[in-house]
């Protein structure tokens, strides 16, 4: 795994969301859902392992990473439990991020006071 | 009628104040900041599993996470962020970091409207559509998965 092909493909994939915000003027909430749903197809498709592997942070950094362990991890759950992984699995897989997105959120939100005016 | 012609005005006045972005260098800065923080997620990562190396794959990918999570949710408190996102664009929305900048940020902004109404109800007003998106998704590819199986 390259340190150069990790650069220029998670700058390529932030590049494509620039694109997006010229030429649709879509809003990040939206940019963020349509870059969670490519990283679900690509691992629904067995799409994502092929580039993660010389990618690497390149594509599991950008939030397309968050949407293929979200399928990820359903799909390894439903091997291992049945249906109800379908259930368990995504958040299970994805359980550290938004636990950590969240706490750290919540801490610093009661430290430090809006910047943006 | 003179409504769709105030419509129209508006509509002008509105395309005339939007903050031009000159399609070039915007999508040059998203380039180069959104790969410098893939680098930093491999950095870190790749220390990671050098300080630990009995560590499964999966746990030092989400331990990464954590810490690019933890990094940026800082540098939006302190308004470091908003600057990053000001110049780089799509280049520090669609990282991880830019999902936790979306939790962060409004989390701080509502903060006067106390902690429940405020820091926790908005702190999901961008991320709540990615998350329900995401365990939607995840579920049907889940589902599918498991009928597939049957088959």
Request: hydrophobic fraction near 55%; include cysteine; charged fraction near 10%.
């Amino acid at each position: 795994m390259e340190y150069l092909w990790v650069f220029l493909i998670g700058g390529l994939v932030c590049a494509i969301g620039q694109i997006l915000i010229i030429t649709t003027k879509i809003t990040s909430a939206r940019i963020l859902v349509l870059f969670v749903l490519v990283g679900v197809l690509l691992q629904a498709f067995n799409l994502f392992n092929p580039i993660s592997e010389f990618a690497g942070a390149g594509i599991n950094v950008p939030i397309i990473g968050f949407g293929a362990s979200l399928a990820k991890g359903a799909m390894s759950a439903v091997e291992s439990r049945g249906l109800l992984g379908a259930f368990t699995g995504g958040l299970e897989a994805t359980s550290a991020g938004i636990a950590a997105a969240v706490i750290f959120a919540f801490i610093f939100s009661l430290i430090f006071k809006s910047k943006t005016k | 009628m003179k409504n769709e012609k105030l419509n129209q005005a508006y509509n002008e006045y509105v395309e005339a104040r939007i903050p031009k972005t000159k399609p070039f260098p915007s999508l040059f800065n998203a380039f180069w900041v959104g790969g410098l923080i893939c680098l930093l997620g491999q950095g870190i990562n790749d220390l990671i599993i050098y300080l630990f190396p009995m560590m499964s794959e999966q746990s030092a990918w989400a331990w990464t996470l954590v810490a690019l999570i933890g990094i940026a949710s800082f540098l939006t408190a302190v308004g470091v962020y908003d600057k990053i996102g000001k110049f780089a664009g799509g280049g520090s929305i669609v990282p991880i970091t830019g999902f936790s900048n979306s939790i962060t940020s409004p989390a701080l902004e509502f903060k006067h409207e106390g902690v429940i109404y405020g820091t926790c109800v908005k702190m999901f007003s961008i991320a709540g559509p990615v998350i329900v998106t995401g365990i939607v998704s995840s579920v049907v590819v889940g589902i599918v998965y498991y009928i597939i199986g049957l088959i």
